[in-house]
C-alpha cells in the first residue's frame, strides 16, 4: 500500500515540450505539497494545497502549474521545458496545515530535460 | 530568517562506528519544529523524527538518538553501531508554528556512507 505514490518515477524530455507529473495519496491528509530537489540535493518547497486551495506558491516560475482535482491528488504541469527543469520532484502530504504534522513523501520523480 | 546548516557535507565510518550529524538552525520564532529525514540511496525520503521547541528532551529510538539544545539551536542526531543500511543522506528541517502554512526549511544534507 503506497501512501504517497507519483508517476512516472523517470521522464526524460526535451526542451520545450510540455509535461505532467501526477500525485496521489491515500493516508486522508488534506495538504499537499510539491518539492523540488536539485542536482545538489537541495530541497525546497514549491507549492502547496489544502483541501485543493493554494496555500503556498513560492517564487516559481508560472510554467509550472499545480492542479488539485481533490485532497487526494496534486498533479504538476510543466510548461516548455528548460534544461534547469531537471530536478527530481517530490510530493508530499500532511494532516492538516499545522507544522507539527509530519510530511510523507512520495518516491520523487527524476525529471531529465536534454 | 529562517535557516538550517548542516556543516557536515559527507561522513564515512566504519560499520559498528557511532557516527553525530550535527543541525544548526536559526529562526526567530518562540516556537518552531524540528525534523530529520533520511533518503537512501533509492531515492525516498522517509520521515525520522519531529521534535517542537518547548521538549527539550532527549529522545532514544533503537539506535537513533537526537540531542535538542535550544541554547545552541542545535539538533544534533547520532547513530549508535551504525550500520550499512544506515547509508543515505540526512536532511534536517525546520518548520514555523501557526499561520496558514507549513513549510519546511531543509538543510543541505550530509551524506552518511557506513563501510562494511
Known amino acids: 500500500d503506497t501512501a504517497v505514490s507519483q508517476t512516472p518515477k523517470y521522464l526524460v524530455t526535451q526542451m520545450g515540450n510540455d509535461k505532467s507529473i501526477k500525485c496521489e495519496q491515500n493516508l486522508g491528509h488534506d495538504t499537499m505539497y510539491w518539492y523540488k530537489q536539485d542536482s545538489k540535493k537541495f530541497l525546497k518547497i514549491m507549492f502547496s494545497y489544502n483541501n485543493k486551495e493554494l496555500i503556498i506558491n513560492e517564487t516559481v516560475p508560472n510554467r509550472f502549474s499545480p492542479k488539485s482535482p481533490d485532497k487526494a491528488h496534486l498533479n504538476l504541469h510543466i510548461n516548455s521545458l528548460e534544461l534547469g527543469d531537471s530536478a527530481v520532484y517530490f510530493c508530499a502530504s500532511s494532516l492538516g496545515q499545522g507544522v507539527n504534522s509530519p510530511l510523507h513523501f512520495g518516491n520523487g520523480t527524476r525529471l531529465t530535460v536534454t | 530568517a529562517q535557516k538550517v546548516t548542516q556543516a557536515q557535507t559527507e561522513i564515512s565510518v566504519v560499520e559498528k562506528e557511532d557516527v553525530t550529524l550535527d543541525c544548526v538552525y536559526e529562526?526567530?520564532?518562540?516556537?518552531?519544529?524540528l525534523f530529520w529525514y533520511k533518503q537512501p540511496p533509492s531515492g525516498e525520503l522517509v520521515f525520522l523524527i519531529r521534535r517542537n521547541s518547548f521538549d527539550e528532551q532527549n529522545e532514544i529510538s533503537g539506535r537513533y538518538s537526537w540531542n535538542f539544545q535550544k541554547s545552541t539551536s542545535s539538533f544534533n542526531f547520532t547513530i549508535t553501531a551504525s550500520q550499512v543500511v544506515d547509508s543515505a543522506v540526512y536532511f534536517c528541517?525546520?518548520?514555523?508554528?501557526?499561520?496558514?502554512?507549513?513549510?519546511?526549511?531543509f538543510g543541505t544534507g550530509t551524506l552518511l556512507a557506513v563501510q562494511p
Open positions: 528541517a525546520l518548520s514555523r508554528h501557526g499561520g496558514a502554512t507549513n513549510k519546511l526549511i
Open positions: 529562526t526567530r520564532d518562540t516556537t518552531y519544529y
